[in-house]
């Protein structure tokens, strides 16, 4: 299991983005030549920001779909986001946050690009 540090730095690698690994204390935060801004600073952290993970989506052509499957033996449910990109496929299972589920799932998608160029 790779760390958000780790996640986040193979996803910069995977979409072309630039800058620096830096911690605030609390979460894994990377600045980079911002995407948003191009030329100006900036944080970029798209397992927090949803518009950072949508265009890293984007980007390298990962699409989340939500799906629900259920676990044999107690038939007990679980809802999951699943990003399907290079034939490889990265399920999140939810309960309460659906977009941090996404957000993972995408970056987790885009680190495994990054580690293989």
Same mark, same amino acid.
């Given at each position: 299991m790779k760390t958000d540090r780790e996640l986040l730095e193979l996803a910069a690698k995977a979409a072309g983005v630039i800058g620096h690994f830096?911690?605030?204390g609390e979460d894994a935060l990377i600045f980079? *030549?911002?995407p948003k801004t191009p030329?100006?600073?900036?944080?970029?952290?798209p397992l927090t *920001? *949803?518009?950072?993970a949508l265009r890293l989506a984007v980007k390298v052509?990962?699409?989340?779909? +939500?799906? +629900? +499957?259920?676990i044999p033996g107690d038939w007990s449910e679980s809802i999951f986001i699943r990003v399907v990109v290079n034939g490889l496929q990265f399920d $999140?299972?939810?309960t309460d946050d659906p977009y941090a589920a996404t957000r993972r799932a995408i970056v987790r998608a885009a680190? $495994?690009?990054g580690s293989q160029s």
């Open positions: 830096a911690n605030n980079f *030549d911002n030329g100006m600073w900036g944080v970029w952290n *920001d *949803d518009g950072d052509g990962a699409w989340p779909v +939500r799906g +629900r +499957r259920v $999140e299972i939810f680190a $495994e690009i």
